[in-house]
């Protein structure tokens, strides 16, 4: 993983087989890990989208919202069927995942300024989660936004909205990611970097795109879309 800050974004980013087994997807996670780039954003985003993937009867549905991030109103959308790539795996969700969003994010007719993710990126145990994957396939600024822990140790932040703890690896007390709370009085969500942003950029986007709910209008708006 690199943290130093890159004058522009390959023209060509690098690609892999989605046809893999378990053992062949760790070890591209592996590989790919040292890809990631946790930079500042290189100007203000003035779209945001947030991504979603269901899966009901052996089919999947990707649904992908763009948000203008100025009054969050939704500027476009795109959905995507078709069978599942991938089995589910704990740890392998982007293999799953990742197939059904880039055919949904080709009919995008607006392309976000950052991707938003149901799902991990650090916080993940080969610091590679679906946030990262998808920011490094597309080169594109990705954080995750999770609602359950995948790994990691954290003490329990506040109860006020706005409140947070640092999610840290077990063994060497890095930083993986914040345990953020969006709502008073609610279980707090798990925000953590993918590519091309940093875990402060990552966390100010979600606060600044929760309202009445928990979860972020981005995230919140693809999983009501790909639930349709």
Request: with cysteine.
């Given at each position: 993983?690199?943290?130093?800050?890159?004058a522009?974004?390959p023209?060509?980013?690098?690609?892999?087989?989605?046809?893999?087994?378990p053992?062949?997807?760790?070890?591209?996670?592996?590989?790919?890990?040292?890809?990631?780039?946790?930079?500042?954003?290189?100007?203000?985003?003035?779209?945001i989208?947030?991504?979603?993937?269901s899966?009901?009867d052996?089919?999947?549905?990707?649904?992908?919202v763009?948000?203008?991030?100025?009054?969050?109103?939704?500027?476009?959308?795109?959905?995507?069927?078709?069978?599942v790539p991938f089995?589910?795996?704990?740890?392998?969700?982007?293999?799953?995942?990742?197939?059904?969003?880039?055919?949904?994010?080709?009919?995008l007719c607006?392309?976000?300024?950052?991707?938003?993710?149901?799902?991990q990126?650090l916080a993940?145990?080969?610091?590679?989660?679906?946030?990262?994957?998808?920011?490094?396939?597309?080169?594109?600024?990705?954080?995750?936004?999770?609602?359950?822990?995948?790994?990691?140790?954290?003490?329990?932040p506040?109860?006020?909205?706005?409140?947070?703890?640092?999610?840290?690896?077990?063994?060497?007390?890095g930083?993986?990611?914040t345990?953020?709370?969006t709502?008073s009085?609610?279980?707090?969500?798990?925000?953590?970097?993918?590519?091309?942003?940093t875990?402060?950029?990552?966390?100010?986007?979600?606060?600044?795109t929760t309202?009445?709910?928990?979860?972020?209008?981005?995230?919140?708006?693809?999983?009501?879309?790909?639930?349709?």
């Open positions: 993983m690199k943290t130093n800050p890159v522009h974004q023209s060509n980013p690098p690609r892999h087989s989605w046809a893999l087994s053992k062949e997807a760790v070890a591209v996670q592996r590989a790919w890990a040292e890809r990631v780039e946790l930079v500042p954003l290189g100007e203000p985003p003035a779209t989208a947030g991504l979603d993937v899966v009901r052996g089919q999947v549905q990707t649904a992908i763009v948000l203008r991030l100025a009054d969050l109103e939704t500027i476009d959308e795109a959905i995507w069927r078709g069978p089995p589910y795996i704990s740890g392998l969700l982007s293999f799953r995942e990742i197939p059904s969003i880039l055919p949904a994010y080709e009919k607006v392309e976000p300024d950052v991707l938003m993710l149901d799902g990126g993940h145990p080969r610091r590679f989660g679906l946030a990262c994957h998808l920011g490094v396939w597309l080169g594109k600024p990705a954080f995750g936004v999770a609602k359950t822990r995948l790994t990691g140790v954290y003490e329990e506040g109860t006020e909205k706005g409140s947070w703890s640092a999610l840290l690896d077990k063994k060497t007390s930083r993986l990611g345990v953020l709370r709502r009085n609610v279980k707090p969500i798990y925000v953590s970097p993918g590519h091309l942003i875990l402060q950029e990552a966390e100010t986007l979600t606060l600044n309202t009445r709910y928990k979860i972020p209008e981005p995230t919140r708006r693809a999983h009501l879309l790909s639930q349709s």
